[in-house]
């Protein structure tokens, strides 16, 4: 990928069925990494060519890396492994997720800690290096997408799950895949 090249990032979908299964998610939350931790074992559950499964990234300003963390799994998602690129990524900062955040969002070790140090830190647990797409401006569009698509549902806080495009209110991180499934299959 060069400067000249257009940027496009993959979809971020796994499964291919006619429900769909959209999850909103911040990188360093301990309830979006909870969800995001069940999607796997969903998608074996229900079946990819019954669901797709669409996750949606939710940047929290609370979160103080969470800008950071989101631009950098979206320029992931522009390589050539695309998704596959960009969930090694997820999971790489979810399974990783205190040394991505702030004691109680606004203090700790990451005070000290650069936007430069944290991506060299996903780097290092991940093994994907978005160096080139990262620093490319028309990145902010495959952002803008994800807060404006939020928005336009009226979401404001992760984990949110819809179905077939409505919002589930009543779902959460901690409900077993067997309730997520239940409700996509409804």
């Not at 990494?33 to 949606?56: P, S």
């Not at 702030?102 to 944290?118: E, K, L, V």
């Not at 060299?120 to 569009?141: K, M, T």
């Amino acid at each position: 990928m060069n400067a000249t090249t257009t940027l496009h990032g993959a979809p971020l979908e796994w499964g291919h069925g006619p429900r769909v299964f959209e999850v909103f998610l911040e990188p360093t939350c301990p309830f979006s990494v909870k969800a995001f931790n069940k999607l796997e074992a969903l998608l074996d559950h229900v079946g990819e060519e019954k669901v797709t499964v669409k996750i949606r990234l939710q940047s929290q300003p609370w979160h103080l890396f969470s800008g950071v963390i989101v631009r950098y799994i979206l320029a992931a998602s522009t390589l050539p492994e695309g998704k596959a690129a960009a969930w090694k990524v997820m999971k790489a900062v979810g399974d990783h997720r205190e040394e991505f955040e702030f004691t109680d969002h606004c203090r700790g070790p990451n005070m000290d800690a650069t936007p430069h140090q944290i991506m060299q830190r996903i780097e290092r647990y991940s093994g994907v290096n978005v160096d080139e797409p990262f620093a490319r401006a028309e990145l902010q569009q495959l952002i803008k997408w994800h807060c404006k698509y939020a928005r336009q549902n009226g979401i404001h806080v992760s984990p949110t799950f819809m179905v077939n495009g409505l919002v589930q209110p009543d779902l959460g991180s901690g409900d077993d895949i067997s309730v997520w499934a239940e409700r996509i299959l409804a």
